[in-house]
């Protein structure tokens, strides 16, 4: 019996590397390119603007429609994002697949803000409200609504909901991990701090959700990023080697040195695409479930935060985290088996291996409880679009549920499905984004022309007001 349910574990490695090397990597880079075109290459024309509306526009009060301001929905998407991905997973990238990696991840970053700016476009265009008068919307609404493919709508949310069960369990067990190792803490008690702290703010549904993250998440990554930029410019002198070895091995295969095992130009391609889809969603769709709730006068303006966020997530945060293991050596010190370990190593190197441990124990704890809130509150609107509110409150218990036996290690053999599951709700998701390319041409130029570039009055009335109206 072990050597059968080793035997389908291999197969299964086997099936979700293809996919994610090849499959999943032509369309997640084509698609991103193609909507890149279709949208006149607007996250680079227009990134000034995206800064001067997001960034430059957090305190500006705003009336328009939706439940959660929009600031509070870009932390709250943002929170499912940053966090252990960014932190630990970039490491462990870079030790399967290089300093290669980081380069496919930039590329992924820079393309998939045309994804996710147009995965939440739509998402505000077609979202509705519910039996709570909540604003609810994602990829299940507008598959739905926009191309009539319900059996694709029913599918994406079905899997999604499925996925984030061994996401959730990922999630706790990680940081279980980090907190026993660091002070000692049974993963028992790890696991129950965490199954409150979440339950405390998800049953307060996206509003609570986006209190606590508009609060944490911002403090959390800029506390983080200061660090590792003092550590980086305390190695100041290796950032040109290191950007070189960067680009060289994005293309060439590294050899095995100290405690890294090498890598082949497939792994760095593999890896880096796959952390840096982990790292911002771009492609899921699973922003858009957040943005939805938002208040905006128009799909596109909220669909800024989704370039906003790409930026902040990947080339920023992402960066910052590769460039610390790479500058300091960590990543040729540190055995690839215990990968996870060497942003500890390298923020040790300046501030002592106790500090080290600590500091990223104890972000990862408070990074981890906003992740799986408000991957909570995700796999909710799955069971409330499939099954009605009564569902999505049992799922809710499922997850936090979830958390618990994730912290302790248990039910290991639904992890091994994480990365096919993730595959096959990207699948459900970016083949219909791509039949939509026409309207979300037609919503960004409608931006463009009448809101960006004032041609007409304000009291011409978009696109989207139209048929919100007509609806």
């Not at 702290?197 to 986006?210: D, E, S, T």
């Not at 370990?341 to 981890?368: K, R």
Request: proline share 3%; aromatic share 14%; net charge neutral.
């Amino acid at each position: 019996m072990g050597d059968l349910w080793s035997d389908f574990k291999d197969a299964l490695a086997t099936v979700s590397n293809f996919l994610w090397t090849y499959p999943l990597a032509i369309i997640l880079i084509l698609g991103g390119i193609f909507l890149t075109f279709r949208i006149k290459f607007f996250q680079f024309r227009f990134f000034g603007h995206v800064l001067h509306q997001t960034v430059g526009q957090i305190f500006k009060k705003n009336k328009q429609k939706g439940s959660i301001t929009p600031f509070q929905a870009f932390t709250s998407a943002l929170a499912s994002t940053a966090g252990a991905t960014n932190i630990v997973g970039v490491p462990v990238a870079i030790s399967l697949g290089g300093p290669g990696a980081l380069f496919w991840m930039w590329v992924v970053a820079l393309i998939g803000m045309a994804t996710k700016y147009s995965e939440i476009l739509l998402g505000v265009k077609y979202r509705e409200k519910n039996e709570k008068n909540v604003w609810v919307g994602g990829p299940q609404y507008y598959i739905k609504k926009a191309l009539g493919w319900k059996w694709v709508s029913t599918a994406f949310a079905f899997l999604l909901m499925i996925e984030l069960i061994p996401s959730v369990m990922v999630q706790s067990n990680s940081i279980a991990t980090q907190t026993e190792g660091a002070f000692g803490w049974p993963v028992e008690v790890t696991g129950a701090i965490m199954c409150v702290a979440i339950a405390l703010v998800v049953f307060g549904g996206i509003q609570r959700i986006a209190k606590v993250t508009d609060k944490m998440v911002p403090g959390m990554v800029l506390v983080y990023l200061a660090v590792c930029f003092y550590v980086i410019f305390a190695n100041i002198g290796e950032i040109p080697s290191v950007f070189a070895l960067i680009f060289q091995h994005a293309f060439t295969p590294v050899s095995a040195t100290g405690g890294f095992a090498g890598a082949a130009v497939a792994q760095a391609l593999r890896w880096g695409i796959a952390r840096g889809l982990y790292s911002n969603e771009a492609g899921l769709g699973t922003a858009s479930i957040a943005h939805s709730a938002a208040q905006t006068d128009h799909p596109s303006r909220q669909a800024l935060w989704g370039i906003f966020s790409v930026f902040v997530d990947t080339i920023l945060i992402c960066t910052v985290s590769g460039l610390v293991v790479l500058v300091t050596g960590a990543w040729t010190e540190v055995d690839g088996s215990d990968a996870s370990n060497m942003i500890n190593v390298a923020i040790g190197s300046e501030f002592g291996d106790a500090f080290g441990g600590s500091f990223i124990s104890v972000f990862l704890l408070f990074f981890v409880i906003t992740t799986i809130g408000i991957l909570v509150f995700y796999g909710e609107k799955q069971a409330e679009y499939l099954y009605g509110l009564k569902a999505a409150k049992g799922m809710r218990i499922v997850y936090i549920l979830a958390v618990f036996v994730g912290a302790l290690g248990g039910l290991q053999f639904v992890w091994q499905f994480l990365d096919l599951l993730l595959a096959l709700v990207l699948l459900a998701n970016i083949i219909p984004l791509l039949f939509l390319h026409k309207e979300i041409a037609a919503l960004t130029d409608d931006y463009v022309n009448r809101v960006y570039k004032k041609k007409t009055s304000k009291r011409n009335i978009s696109l989207f007001e139209e048929e919100e109206d007509a609806s």
